[in-house]
């Protein structure tokens, strides 16, 4: 697998015939929707939870010093909350090229309520992607975290606006805020 997924992800043609579908946000894709939508609003998915396990070598951070950004890993018991925006197949183009740093289009079901899930895409990098960095001790990634900066900004940003973001949809997530208190004042 090499750094650029965007190539890749052009072959996974499922949405490309539809109107519209739901795309799910984990991160950055919270508060930073810098793209076409037509409309949004908070869900969840279920049997992931969010970590801090993904090199940033083209936002966040640089090839010589990579910040630490989000990925989801499998816990069947987990439940993510995030931002759902409804997109055209077209607007991917564009979010591929944004998330090209390991990350690949994967189906999942995507919910508004206990009731309802609509089939939905995420941006998932997996452990076998090379920008992946993995778990490490809380307060070396808080580390990292603070010390990293790339072409998007601060990799200290990156983590207080999710923290923030989150706060906002009223939603608790224990490694995001045990990271943002472990920063530096
Ligand atoms: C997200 O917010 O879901 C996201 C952002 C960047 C890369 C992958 C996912």
Redesign the pocket.
């Known amino acids: 697998m090499t750094f650029d997924t965007s190539q890749h992800n052009l072959r996974m043609t499922h949405f490309d015939q539809h109107d519209s579908f739901w795309l799910f ?6 508060w930073k929707a810098d793209f076409p939508f037509l409309e949004r609003k908070p869900a969840w998915i279920h049997g992931w939870c969010r970590r801090f396990w993904q090199g940033s070598h083209d936002h966040r951070g640089t090839p010589d010093a990579p910040g630490r950004v989000v990925t989801l890993t499998r816990d069947p018991d987990a439940r993510c909350d ?1 931002m759902a925006y409804r997109i055209r197949p077209e607007v991917l183009t564009q979010l591929d090229m944004r ?1 090209k740093n390991g ?1 690949l289009r994967e189906l999942v079901p995507v919910h508004f309520d206990a009731q309802q899930a609509v089939e939905g895409l ?2 998932l990098a997996t452990e076998d992607n090379a920008a992946f960095l993995g778990e490490a001790p809380l307060a070396a990634m808080a580390t990292q975290i603070d010390l990293a900066r790339g072409p998007s900004g601060s990799n200290r940003d990156y983590l207080l606006n999710l923290e923030q973001a989150l706060r906002e949809l009223g939603v608790v997530d224990h490694h995001v805020s045990a990271l943002a208190a472990f920063l530096p004042g």
């Open positions: 946000g984990y991160g950055s894709l919270i995030g998330e990350y995420i941006y």
